[in-house]
């Protein structure tokens, strides 16, 4: 594998309206690996909705200029001596970029809440350029002849998707609810089906029924129109607040309401009763490395159906915009 002379970046400054242009392409010198990072030449980084969040300002930068971008598929470009992925090895990169291994999380196995965390695209640079740099540690080995495309959108959506069916804990035969139709509730979706359970898909859009009945869904149905019989859970991924009322409102006795949202409006007051009888909310923060095998585990055996929009990487902006307008059925990935 040659080292290009020269990579593209986009750098995020001045976060702001997407339509005015905050992100800048610029052309920096090839990146350097530390001992134990190794230097990834991006084939396709997946483009996310916490990605708009942070260009537009949602959610406040921890360092500027950033590179946004945290589902990177690509091959060591170059390794740093302490590294144990070798040059041309193939790759996965994720939203978590580092944690401290030490603290009262961390050592309980909760890696996903270690109070020092770093991330991709929000601490250190991601996957909006040709190069990024990723510490060994937190990068997947992933099979060589899976589509990078496809793959891509597995490592945020897919994964943070897949802790989110855990952490709602429904079983074979049991009920599950998706509120939001989206590309990480397409992959639960799909997930959920793998383990037998019933899945109802509630969305405003009738385009988004039609892609969740061709997927498997037992049922679809608007937002406040209750399932066919009350939820043992609930996944919420769209993000207004409004939409885990609707979601507790579906669900059974100590029924759980899983919110997948790094970034959420105001949850508006809702009355007790809904909350009675044991049920619970919970937010789904992060996601730990096992979280990616585990992901990355079951694609091996069943390759999930993903149906990427690609642009051109300079296109970055398009891509975003797109996704604002919400103009593009399947997730959004930038390739070379
Ligand atoms: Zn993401
Ligand atoms: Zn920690």
Known sequence: MTSTATSRAFLLEHPGPIDATPLTLSVRPPLVPDRHEI???VEACG??????QLVEGDLALHRRPVVPGHQVVGRVL??????????????????????????????????NLCLSAVFHGWDCDGGYADEMICHDDYAFSVASDRSATQLAPLLCAGVIGYRSLEIAQVT????????????SASLVLQLAKLRNIEVHVATRN????????????????????LPPAPLHAA?????????VIDALRATRRAGTVVINAIHLDEIPSFDFDLLWHERSIRSVANVTRADVTGLLEVDA??????????????DAPLALRDLAAGTIGGPGVLIP
């Open 206 to 225: 009738p385009v988004e029924q039609t892609r969740a009945t061709a997927l498997g869904a037992d049922s679809v149905g608007d937002l406040q129109a």
């Open 78 to 111: 170059r390794a740093g001596p302490g590294a144990s992925h070798r040059i041309g090895d193939r790759v996965g990169v994720t939203w978590l970029a580092g944690t401290c291994g030490r603290c009262e999380y961390c050592v309980a196995g909760q890696e």
């Open 301 to 314: 055996r069943h390759p999930l159906r993903v149906e990427p929009h690609l642009y051109r990487l300079s």
């Open 39 to 41: 230097v990834v030449a």
């Open 235 to 243: 996944i919420t991924f769209a993000p207004v607040g409004s939409v």
């Open 172 to 183: 074979a035969g049991q009920r599950l609810g998706l509120y939001g139709f989206g590309s």
């Open 47 to 52: 483009v996310c909705r916490t990605d708009l």
